[in-house]
């Protein structure tokens, strides 16, 4: 897998990311609890949750790359505030984390609805000539109000072994008004089910009632 600073790349796809970054809509209805960056996962906690992996960056300004299944799988629609922050190893491995915050509760619960939609679809990005793909991971656990485990596998076809595969595991997590997208992108099988499931579980508990 080629990897570009942040924006590594595998089976021809762009690691994780989005152009809005930290970003407030004025406006919001009253009551609605605002995110602050301290919402958001700190390359500690993902550190905790997958010690495997040698994260050390923290990205937390500028424009992060592109999703890998575009920038509805991490917010659907109608969107008053969002932040993000990225996670890297510098190497092969890559993280973010999506905050997006919604007028009401309902507005929240139907953008969740949606992100999944998209994300089971992902007909943003298509596999390199030489792979194909598929879901490997569809579950739900307990975290937040909802949480939706989903892994898509980028894999090598017979007719090119030596191509490296491509793991890109999202968690999506519903609590009140806000949606949190932890999404990953590495090359093998990627985040294990354990670890993406500890990072789930830790930023849902961040997340405002």
Request: glycine share 10%; net charge positive.
């Amino acid at each position: 897998m080629k990897v570009r600073g942040i924006a590594g790349v595998a089976a021809g796809v762009p690691a994780l990311g989005m152009l809005l970054v930290g970003t407030t809509a004025t406006g919001a209805q009253a009551g609605t609890i605002g995110l602050d960056r301290g919402k958001l996962l700190t390359i500690a906690q993902v550190k905790q949750a997958d010690p495997a992996t040698k994260w050390i960056t923290q990205v937390d300004r500028g424009i992060l790359p592109s999703a890998y299944c575009g920038p509805a799988s991490t917010e659907g629609k109608a969107v008053v505030q969002r932040l993000a922050r990225g996670y890297t190893d510098e190497m092969m491995s890559y993280g973010t984390q999506y905050l997006s915050r919604y007028r009401t509760n309902a507005a929240a619960k139907a953008a969740y609805s949606s992100v999944l939609a998209t994300l089971k679809t992902c007909t943003f990005s298509k596999p390199a000539p030489t792979h194909a793909r598929r879901i490997t991971e569809n579950r739900k656990i307990a975290a937040g109000d909802a949480t939706t485990i989903l892994r898509w596998w980028d894999y090598a076809l017979p007719s090119d072994p030596g191509s490296e595969n491509g793991a890109f595991p999202y968690a999506v997590t519903l609590k009140g008004t806000v949606v949190s997208v932890t999404a990953f992108s590495s090359d093998g099988v990627g985040m294990p089910a354990t670890s993406i499931d500890k990072v789930a579980k830790a930023a849902a508990a961040k997340l405002p009632g």
